[in-house]
């Protein structure tokens, strides 16, 4: 086979396997052979709709190329550590601090025994670990769900700009704090206002 065909054929089998992932990523090429490099980790993310491939995409932001190692004393670390750009992170595997998932607490209409219509769901509940990779296996799920959760933190998922708002208005008036909103069409609702994203900003899939 030809060299050019070769390279075509890398370049084609990598923009497949990315168009499964939320996020556009910025070469590890630098790293990914030295020892105790994982991963970044937009690359162990993902989400089932492009709707949510958007939002993840906008929550994880410049997140998603943060770097994992196995610890923070291997040659991968060091290299990141001395060669990184300014404002990449790296995530050591011993320096995660473990969040479960249950330390978040049930969702608001639940603690207030409010009956809702179409109601929200824990981002960190939507997002799931590929396995279709050797070194993502490496992770558990434990430790992917603490990066997902120091990733997205509290944030909620609902449908419609609509019914999300609707849903802060019920929580406000039993004085009741919420956390962000970000809707499936486009917009993220907070605890005292709301916004229209720019939807250049939300990558899609």
């Known amino acids: 086979m030809k060299t050019n065909t070769r390279k075509k054929l890398r370049k084609l089998s990598t923009?497949?396997?990315?168009?499964s992932m939320p996020f556009s990523l910025q070469s590890n090429a630098a790293y990914q052979n030295a020892d105790g490099y994982i991963c970044r980790v937009g690359e162990l993310v993902s989400v089932r709709t492009p709707e949510l491939c958007r939002i993840v995409s906008y929550t994880f932001?410049?997140?998603?190329?943060?770097?994992?190692?196995?610890?923070?004393?291997?040659?991968?670390a060091q290299l990141l550590d001395v060669n990184?750009?300014?404002g990449t992170r790296v995530m050591a595997l011993d320096q995660i601090p473990p969040r479960s998932r249950d330390t978040l607490k049930e969702l608001p209409h639940v603690r207030l025994q409010v009956a809702c219509e179409n109601p929200p769901q824990y981002l960190v509940d939507l997002i799931h670990q590929r396995q279709n990779r050797e070194w993502a296996r490496?992770?558990?799920?434990?430790?992917?769900?603490?990066?997902?959760i120091d990733m997205v933190g509290t944030a909620m998922v609902m449908d419609t700009r609509e019914n999300a708002?609707?849903?802060?208005?019920?929580?406000?008036e039993k004085k009741f704090f919420i956390p962000r909103i970000l809707?499936?069409?486009?917009?993220?609702?907070?605890?005292?206002?709301?916004?229209?994203?720019?939807?250049?900003q939300m990558t899609r899939a």
């Open 165 to 172: 708002i609707n849903y802060r208005r019920v929580m406000i």
């Open 138 to 148: 490496s992770i558990s799920a434990d430790t992917f769900k603490s990066i997902v």
């Open 183 to 200: 809707t499936l069409d486009g917009h993220t609702v907070k605890s005292v206002r709301f916004r229209i994203l720019d939807l250049d």
């Open 61 to 76: 932001g410049l997140n998603a190329n943060a770097h994992i190692t196995r610890d923070s004393y291997c040659e991968a």
């Open 15 to 19: 923009a497949i396997e990315h168009r």
């Open 84 to 86: 990184s750009r300014r």
